[in-house]
């Protein structure tokens, strides 16, 4: 670990997708690092990047589309980036570990529990058959799953999805990874299991001495989980704070969209919830300058010509937005006008 | 007792079973499982499997159930009809019909089943390449394909073995390399449909090589239609080398083959109709039983059908 607590380091990466249409900027500059044994939470509605960042982590942007164009990721003092592919796939889900969006088609319908788990022990810690069969039993009851030892021989199709999240769970924590990546860990499921997956990953990160990015478009889970959040608007990261910072003074248009329009107990009964009009802008031609012009009530001409630089507001809050000072200054209403 | 206890006494003995076998379910899935489970209720395709037993048993152990030796001739008992002593008959050079189609067994057989497995070889290999690495290779492979498949089968067979001269093992050749592209169009087909699902990006995440990934999670996924289709194909080769030594390009005499003697009958169909006939029926017969058993094996592999 290096000195200044920092396990992976981000800086201005860009993926993009090359399509028939056009050049898809899913990621178009992101920065930000990861601090040991912290929950960083990642936020954005539905193509914003949040899943494009994780997956180029672990460089699993799927060919020949898809292309990190640009950036530096580093991790152990290496450049992700630039490793040859054995290094790479001895850093997956041995250092750098995923759980996926969707369990009930992220384990091979074909082999066994027990066999998927036993898969992740053997390519990285080389155990043999039986020691790793252990190690997996030990792993399904870290993860809560009752009768283990039966378990094991089951396949996924017998497992409900609560419990095959827990699965996958398993198998990405089977190394005690340094860096945990959890994409939208409980979009699939109901909602009590969703609070008993966040726990478990909770839980499991201090065994494990692990810290997670976690994935999500809940700003409910963010809230509990995360202690700094990542707030992304088509490709851009638009916020960068604590959750504190993001929840109860957001500087961001955005954000303080986002955050007019949930639920929220500290607030009066009274306030209405305010939807961001509009929609997400299409991500091949991205208009120039901010690409949230279009939905902003505060926007002004300058805000067409570049996009705004990410600043450092007040400590550890990061804001791109031109007019961040006046929103500041004067509070919404004025800017407003 | 009531049932729900029966039911439950029932359930407890199955879980108990699965307790026991720890180490050996890892290697069993549960795909395979389900479709022997399905392929036992099928009754055609069990007759299809019954008869393809047979004729293994039978290839196997021909020098045991064939009453007389398939090339030895004896002139006085040229053209015989079908009688206690030859069940079968004779041929013109006196030789036993029945020990002949007993041993033509052998070469059908292992014709069918060497040719194929080189087809499955090259094609898995191939399709393999075209759909998992793609772009060029993929483009490159199909076109390649594409070019087998504009020849007929027979002809491309005539036209090797015309080059290469009979022989067996230049039939295994011929059919084997005319065979593969429908393979490698078959398996990539699957590949390109499994590689994209998140259980392949899963395994990906975890670390593991491209071989181990197609070793261990394409393959076992993507092999079901290669089974269905080498069984089926298997009768197809069975024909073409019929077709071939009735062609006299195939398996020379005096080996028993059940092409040559079904070309060498052809002029006494007339005065001698079972020279034709068993040989004929022979063929029709395994063909039937890989066809019947190949298409029990489709139903039983297609998840619809649960």
Redesign the interface.
């Known amino acids: 670990m290096s000195t200044n607590n920092k396990v992976l380091e981000v800086k201005d990466l860009k993926t993009y997708f090359f399509t028939d249409a056009g050049v898809v900027k899913a990621v178009d500059g992101i920065s930000f690092d990861l601090k040991f044994g912290e929950t960083l939470g990642i936020v954005g509605e539905t193509g914003s990047g949040k899943s494009v960042t994780a997956l180029s982590i672990?460089r699993?942007i799927?060919?020949?589309h898809g292309r990190i164009v640009a950036g530096k990721i580093i991790f152990d003092n290496k450049d992700i980036l630039k490793l040859n592919?054995?290094t790479l796939?001895?850093?997956?889900?041995?250092r750098i570990?995923?759980i996926?969006q969707?369990p009930m088609?992220?384990?091979?319908?074909?082999?066994?529990i027990?066999?998927q788990i036993?898969?992740?022990l053997v390519?990285?810690q080389k155990l043999d058959?039986k020691s790793a069969?252990k190690e997996a039993l030990k792993l399904l009851e870290m993860v809560g799953i009752a009768e283990a030892?039966?378990r094991?021989?089951s396949?996924p199709?017998e497992f409900s999805g609560g419990m095959r999240q827990r699965v996958?769970i398993a198998?990405a924590i089977a190394n005690a990874p340094d860096i945990l990546i959890a994409d939208e860990p409980t979009t699939a499921l109901d909602v009590t299991i969703q609070a008993q997956i966040l726990e478990l990953i909770n839980e499991l990160k201090y065994k494990t001495n692990s810290s997670i990015i976690l994935i999500t478009h809940d700003l409910g889970v963010v809230a509990k989980y995360a202690r700094r959040v990542i707030v992304m608007y088509a490709g851009k990261m638009v916020e960068f704070s604590t959750v504190d910072n993001i929840y109860y003074k957001p500087m961001h248009p955005y954000t303080m969209g986002l955050m007019n329009s949930i639920t929220r107990l500290d607030k009066s009964k009274k306030e209405k919830l305010k939807p961001i009009e509009g929609s997400p802008p299409s991500l091949i031609d991205l208009p120039e300058g901010c690409t949230f012009k279009s939905r902003c009530i505060y926007g002004k001409e300058k805000c067409s010509r570049r996009f705004p630089p990410l600043i450092e507001v007040e400590k550890e809050h990061f804001v791109a937005c031109f007019r961040v000072k006046e929103i500041r200054k004067e509070g919404i209403k004025q800017a407003v006008e | 007792m009531y049932p729900e206890e029966k039911v439950e006494q029932e359930r407890s003995k199955v879980e108990s079973a699965k307790d026991i076998d720890l180490e050996g379910k890892y290697t069993r899935s549960s795909l395979y499982k389900d479709a022997w489970r399905r392929l036992k209720k099928n009754k055609l395709a069990m007759v299809g499997l019954g008869i393809v037993i047979m004729l293994i048993l039978i290839a196997i152990f021909a020098n045991l159930i064939a009453p007389y030796d398939p090339i030895e001739r004896v002139k006085e008992e040229s053209s015989l009809s079908p009688s206690r002593l030859h069940l079968f008959g004779t041929d013109l050079l006196g030789r036993d019909i029945f020990s002949r189609v007993i041993y033509g067994s052998r070469i059908s057989i292992v014709v069918g089943v060497v040719a194929v497995g080189i087809s499955v070889v090259i094609g898995l290999f191939l399709g393999a390449l075209a759909g998992y690495f793609g772009s060029a290779s993929d483009a490159l492979i199909m076109r390649i394909a594409d070019i087998f498949f504009a020849f007929p089968y027979i002809l491309g067979a005539i036209a090797i073995m015309t080059v290469l001269g009979p022989g067996i093992v230049n039939i295994f050749i011929a059919i084997g390399i005319l065979g593969w592209a429908s393979f490698a169009r078959i398996f990539r087909g699957s590949i390109l449909s499994i590689k994209n699902k998140e259980y392949i990006e899963a395994a990906r995440a975890l670390g593991a090589s491209n071989h181990r990934i197609i070793i261990r999670h394409i393959f076992p996924n993507a092999f079901a239609p290669i089974i269905v289709y080498a069984t089926m194909n298997i009768g197809t080769a069975i024909i073409v080398e019929a077709a071939l030594s009735f062609l006299g390009i195939g398996v020379q005499p005096p080996t028993p083959a059940w092409g040559k003697m079904l070309s060498e009958s052809l002029d006494y169909i007339d005065i001698a109709p079972w020279m034709m006939l068993f040989p004929g029926l022979a063929i029709v017969i395994t063909v039937l039983g890989f066809v019947l058993l190949g298409d029990g094996l489709r139903d039983a592999f297609d998840p619809r059908l649960k």
């Open positions: 672990l699993l799927p060919h020949p592919l054995k796939q001895s850093y997956r889900g041995n570990s995923m996926f969707d088609t992220s384990l091979n319908p074909v082999y066994t027990g066999n036993i898969e992740s390519i990285h058959k069969v030892k039966r094991l021989s396949y199709h996958m198998m």
